[in-house]
C-alpha cells in the first residue's frame, strides 16, 4: 500500500473510531432506561453512516487539518482576526474565535479554533481543534436540519447569552445591556457548535464535545 493509501486508511480508522464513540454514549445513556433497545439503537446508529460519508468526511477534514496548519502557533491565529473567548474550559480548550455569526459554512476557515495552554509551544498555546458553526433550523431530532457532517457522527450544540468582549474570564456573565455598555458584542443565541479533534487524539471521538486527553 502506498503513502496514500495508508492516510486514508488510518484517517477512515479515526473517523470510523468516532461514530462507534457516539454510538458508545447513546448506547449507555439509552441502559438506565431500556437494555433491551441498546444494541437495536447503537446498529441503527453505525446503519446511518455510509461508506462514502466516511471518505467523504476524511476528505473534509483533512482539507481542515491542512487549512488550519499554520495555526499551531496561536500568533498567527491572532494575527488572523482570532480571539480568545474566556478562559481554557477543562477537557474543551481555550476558544479562539474569528466570528460567532459566520455567514456560510466554510470547512477550511473554521471561525473557531481550540486550544491547550503549554509553556513549550509558541505563544503559550498547542493546538488541539477547531470549532464549526452552522445556522439551521432545529430538526425533530434536536440537531440542525441537514448538516455539513453526518449526524451518526457529530452532535451539534448551542450556547445562549454569548458576550464577545476580549479578556472577558466568563463569556455568558454579563447581561446583553452590560455587554454592550462594556463595549462587547452580545450574541443571544449562538449557530449550532461542533468541536473536531484534528489536532489532538480524542479517545472519545473526533467530534465529541469533551476531550479527556486535555485533563
Not at 462507534?20 to 447503537?42: I, R
Not at 448538516?147 to 463569556?171: E, G, S, T, V
Request: charged share 20%.
Amino acid at each position: 500500500m502506498n503513502r496514500t493509501g495508508r492516510a486514508v486508511g488510518i484517517s477512515l480508522a479515526v473517523v470510523v473510531a468516532a461514530a462507534f464513540g457516539v454510538v458508545a454514549k447513546q448506547s449507555h445513556a439509552s441502559q438506565e432506561h431500556a437494555h433491551s433497545g441498546n444494541m437495536m439503537a447503537a446498529h441503527a446508529a453505525v446503519a446511518q453512516v455510509s461508506y462514502t460519508e466516511l471518505k467523504n468526511t476524511v476528505a473534509e477534514l483533512d482539507r481542515a487539518k491542512q487549512a488550519t496548519e499554520k495555526y499551531q502557533d496561536v500568533r498567527v491565529a491572532q494575527a488572523d482576526g482570532y480571539q480568545i473567548l474566556g478562559d481554557e474550559f477543562p477537557g474543551m480548550g481555550a476558544h479562539f474565535v474569528l466570528t460567532m455569526e459566520p455567514k456560510e459554512f466554510q470547512i477550511e476557515k473554521p471561525p473557531m479554533l481550540l486550544y491547550h495552554k503549554s509553556a513549550d509551544a509558541p505563544g503559550g498555546y498547542t493546538l488541539v481543534g477547531v470549532g464549526y458553526l452552522f445556522d439551521a433550523p432545529e430538526g425533530p431530532d434536536g440537531q440542525p436540519v441537514n448538516p455539513p457532517f453526518p449526524k451518526a457522527l457529530a452532535h451539534w450544540h448551542r450556547h445562549d447569552n454569548i458576550c464577545m468582549l476580549p479578556n472577558l474570564a466568563n463569556p455568558h456573565a454579563l447581561s446583553e445591556s452590560e455587554c454592550r455598555e462594556k463595549g462587547g458584542h452580545f450574541v443571544a443565541k449562538t449557530p449550532w457548535l461542533v468541536h473536531v479533534w484534528i489536532w489532538k487524539d480524542n479517545p472519545t471521538g473526533v467530534f465529541t464535545p469533551d476531550n479527556p486527553a486535555l485533563h
